[in-house]
């Protein structure tokens, strides 16, 4: 679509002191502000989750079995529970006929609730080292184990290896893991269990020194004596065999997992090992009766607890926002490519479809063209010299809009035969528009703007499909004429996939939502039926197409009917083209909102046409920015392998979408290079300027028409399609 055409002017300011920039008006703070804030809230949900969520193999990992190297004999010697607090090291066994149960990496919300079932059914007490992560997902069974009399330890937050960490990382593990259990379960716990370790024995110099660390901030450190491995799943009996001590009668610790994987085995396990362990006289400990205490956590005051809430307040409403999140780019994701689908199908049936019977009937009679322009000196003379070589007889009707670069000048010095030109007061494109078809002297009416130029055959292909008498507009294919540098090559892409294969989409379900402004034909019968051309909105082409459906008439597009038009050179000139495009669009789909319940062609656009629109154009792009959003949450948290392929995937779709529209155009491949780019770079920026428009259409705030700075450099390619040669 094109709308380049400045409205009335406002009168000219009275001079006075100058005065220093005021800050922006609430109407435009509404849309800087609403659009960071919230960037900023979905980017801290998907930090907050990824963080929350990130991925853990197991213990299972790192699990070698080194000698050790650089621990004291005492510990290497000693016990599976190892103290450093307050500044003297001691070690703890398990005395005779005592087991100790402990369970690494949940809770899980589904083993962990098992495993206790299992526990309290034989009265057996467990102690379960919690991850950070867990806890804050799946608070309820936190506290349904504290509930239930079960020791509680630290596994910190993400289950990172603390030897690989420096001493700040690893505080901040610890800090966050007793936040999360404050919040979670109301409690502390001075009991931990290092990720990746195993026996005492195992322990080397960098481990050793972690340890030290922990003991220095008050942690009391837990080893094992018997590791079950029961995440290799073994069966039942083995790992119930390998968690029964050797030597009849030793006590021990015994190491199993309530989470990281399928724990099936591990809850059949225990119904097998407590009676058999319990009819050898064994009785069932914890930590904290090893050490000599009555426990190893205890309840926050308050303050902690209500920080801790809030802390597992943030990370569910994260998991609730993502997971809505997740639901919207599955929808996106469904759209995108039902799009796609539909697109290639339909226009493939576009190429191949069967004339229309009038279609024989070849529409030979003269043509008005009406050329609205304001301030167009650098292209109108280009745009005029390409209508007068047409080869079908046409009325050249320039209307300059109160220019004042004389631009009506130099369209008079050209002395183009059948040319007339119009002088008025600036009073707006639509007026203008509507004085061309009134100084028309002919029944069919081409439209085309000031910077666009038509190849010899556009006007004959245009009028065509006039030999139908049900047929009251044509739309024309537009093409960027500006190619040069990279932002013109992204149009371009834009214009042959984006534009012109919608609509041969839309021509098949005879519904098109827009006749661009750079290359449309009308009836002027139609456009009476329809009120002439409208000020009402932005997006007058828009506008007018919609109400010439619901005055009842057909509306097709001829691809063959090329036009060339100039794009923005800019970043900043693309960005207020595009707003408005958008805000104007809006504005149209509003107006013209009781084709919904309306009947016959009217109805048929309003309840086809109306809702693909929205989808396609404005719900669609507005949800687009989740598939970038959760890339770039994939690759940092996720795995970044299939993120890429995804990406790639999607971005391997819009590529054959593309390159099969620029076979029907008979457009070179070469441009498509720049694809991945765009994905990257243009995209972002169209889905800014969306939501922009849709922050200015919610704040009920009236966009003024921004002219765009002409350059005057649209030329047509030196080698036209096989159909212009």
């Known amino acids: 679509m094109r709308r380049r055409h400045r409205p009335v002017r406002p009168p000219p300011a009275t001079p006075g002191p100058r005065r220093t920039r005021s800050p922006l008006p609430p109407r435009h703070r509404f849309r800087v502000v609403v659009p960071l804030v919230l960037l900023a809230f979905v980017v801290s949900v998907l930090l907050v989750e990824g963080y929350t969520t990130r991925g ?68 057996t007490p467990g102690t379960f080292f919690v991850t950070g992560q867990q806890a804050v997902r799946h608070p309820a069974i936190l506290r349904d184990l504290i509930r239930s009399g079960h020791e509680i330890g630290v596994h910190t937050f993400s289950h990172r290896d603390l030897a690989t960490l420096s001493a700040s990382e690893t505080d901040r593990e610890l800090a966050l893991t007793q936040l999360a259990l404050a919040g979670a379960g109301g409690v502390n716990s001075s009991l931990l269990r290092m990720p990746y370790s195993s026996t005492t024995t195992a322990l080397d110099g960098p481990a050793w020194s972690v340890a030290r660390h922990l003991g220095e901030k008050g942690y009391v450190l837990a080893f094992v004596d018997q590791d079950t491995r029961d995440w290799r799943r073994p069966g039942a009996r083995a790992i119930a065999d390998a968690a029964t001590p050797d030597v009849p009668g030793r006590g021990t610790v015994v190491l199993l997992h309530d989470s990281g994987g399928d724990r099936s085995q591990t809850v059949r396990a225990l119904d ?41 307040a943030a990370v569910t409403v994260s998991g609730t926002a993502v997971s809505v999140v997740g639901v919207l780019l599955l929808v996106v994701g469904a759209l995108v490519l039902a799009r796609c689908a539909l697109m290639l199908v339909l226009a493939h049936h576009h190429v191949h479809r069967r004339p229309h019977p009038a279609a024989g009937r070849p529409v030979t009679r003269p043509v008005s063209v009406v050329v609205p322009a304001y301030n167009e000196r650098l292209c109108i ?7 007068a070589v047409s080869d079908h007889p046409v009325e050249i009707i320039v209307v300059d809009d109160g220019s004042d670069d004389g631009t009506a000048d130099v369209a008079e010095s050209l002395g183009l035969p059948e040319t007339t030109v119009l002088r008025r007061p600036n009073g707006g494109k639509a ?6 078809v009134r100084r028309a002297s002919h029944d069919l009416v081409v439209m085309l703007d000031a910077d666009t130029v038509f190849a010899p055959s556009t006007v004959h292909r245009l009028v065509q499909p006039f030999a139908d008498p049900a047929v009251g507009a044509t739309a024309g294919n537009a093409k960027v004429g500006n190619r040069r540098g990279l932002l013109g090559r992204w149009q371009h892409i834009e214009y042959v996939m984006g534009f012109n294969l919608d609509r041969r989409m839309y021509d098949l379900l005879r519904c098109m939502p827009t006749i661009p402004g750079a290359v449309g034909a009308f009836r002027v019968t139609a456009l009476r039926d329809a009120g002439m051309m409208s000020g009402d909105t932005l997006a007058e082409d828009t506008d007018i197409t919609m109400a010439l459906h619901r005055a009842g008439w057909e509306i097709r597009y001829t691809e063959d009917a090329l036009a060339w038009t100039e794009a923005p050179a800019t970043l900043r000139q693309l960005w207020r083209q595009r707003y408005r495009w958008s805000y104007g669009t809006m504005q149209a789909a509003w107006k013209h909102r009781h084709a919904l319940v ?76 720049t694809l991945p780019l765009q994905q990257i770079v243009y995209r972002q920026l169209m889905y800014l300027v969306l939501v922009q428009a849709c922050l200015t259409a919610v704040n009920g705030y009236r966009l003024p028409w921004q002219r765009l700075k002409r350059s005057g450099d649209v030329v047509l390619p030196s080698r036209l399609p096989a159909r212009e040669r």
């Open 431 to 436: 007026s203008a528009l509507d004085a061309g």
């Open 56 to 123: 853990f193999s197991g213990d299972q990992e790192g699990r070698a079995g080194k000698p050790a190297t650089g621990a004291p004999r005492e510990v290497t010697g000693g016990g599976p529970v190892v103290d450093t607090t307050h500044g003297h090291l001691r070690t703890y066994r398990a005395p005779a006929r005592t087991v100790v149960l402990t369970f690494d990496d949940g809770p899980d919300p589904v083993w962990t609730p098992r495993i206790r079932a299992v526990l309290d059914r034989h009265g």
């Open 381 to 387: 003379a280009k745009t005029l010299r390409s209508l």
């Open 272 to 312: 097998i090992l407590i009676p058999r362990l319990q009819a050898q006289g064994y009785r069932f400990t914890t930590i904290a009766d090893l050490v000599g205490t009555d426990g190893l956590t205890s309840p926050v005051d308050t303050g902690t607890l209500w920080k801790g809430r809030a802390f597992v």
């Open 598 to 673: 309306e009947r016959g062609h009217a109805g048929h656009f309003g309840r086809l046409g109306l809702p693909l629109l929205a989808v396609f154009q404005i719900l669609t792009p507005l949800l687009a920015p989740l598939i970038d959003l959760l890339t770039v949450y994939g690759l940092v948290f996720g795995d970044p392998l299939r993120t890429m392929l995804a990406w790639t995937g999607v971005l391997a779709v819009q590529t054959v979408c593309a390159a099969y529209a620029f076979r029907l155009d008979g457009e070179s491949l070469r441009p498509l290079w």
